[in-house]
C-alpha cells in the first residue's frame, strides 16, 4: 500500500510587475500536484507597498479549475488604505478565504494569480508568490 503520509508542499512562483497603475494581470502559477488544501499564501514583493483609501490594487489567488474557467478566490488581499503595506523582499500573508470549500483543491487544478487595480490603481512591483499546499 502506499504511503498516504500527510504532506505539505510549498510552491514559489515568480510573479511580473504592473508597473502602470491603472493596468491588470493574470498569471497561471501552478497547478494542484495532487488533491489538498491551501493552508497558507504570501506575497514577497521586489519593493514596497502601501495601500491607498480610493485608487488601489487587490491581489488575488484564483482556482481556475482543471478546464481553466473556474473563478473561485482562494485568497485575497486588498491594499486599500494607508495601513495595509508589505516591506520590499519581505513575506505578507494573503488573507484566505473564510469559505473552507474555497480552499479545497483537486489534482490538476490551475492556480492563477490576480493583481488587479481599483480606481486608478497603485502600481504592483512584482516579487514572489508561495502558496503552501497539504494534502487531502
Known amino acids: 500500500m502506499p ?3 500527510p504532506l505539505v508542499r510549498v510552491i514559489e512562483a515568480d510573479v511580473p510587475a504592473v508597473s502602470t497603475a491603472g493596468n491588470d ?3 497561471v502559477i501552478t497547478q494542484a500536484p495532487f488533491d489538498c488544501t491551501v493552508t497558507a499564501v504570501e506575497y514577497v514583493p521586489e519593493a514596497a507597498i502601501t495601500g ?6 487587490t491581489f488575488s489567488l484564483v482556482n481556475k479549475g482543471q478546464a481553466g474557467s473556474g473563478s473561485t478566490t482562494v485568497a485575497s488581499l486588498a491594499f486599500d ?4 503595506t508589505a516591506s520590499a ?7 484566505l478565504s473564510a469559505t473552507a470549500a474555497n480552499l479545497v483543491l483537486a489534482a490538476g487544478d490551475t492556480l492563477l494569480w490576480r493583481s488587479i487595480h481599483i480606481g486608478t490603481g497603485i502600481t504592483d512591483p512584482g516579487g514572489l508568490v508561495r502558496v503552501t499546499l497539504s494534502r487531502n
Open 81 to 84: 488604505s494607508g495601513s495595509v
Open 25 to 27: 494581470d493574470d498569471t
Open 3 to 5: 504511503d498516504a503520509a
Open 89 to 95: 523582499n519581505n513575506e505578507r500573508a494573503i488573507t
Open 52 to 57: 491607498a483609501a480610493t485608487n488601489h490594487r
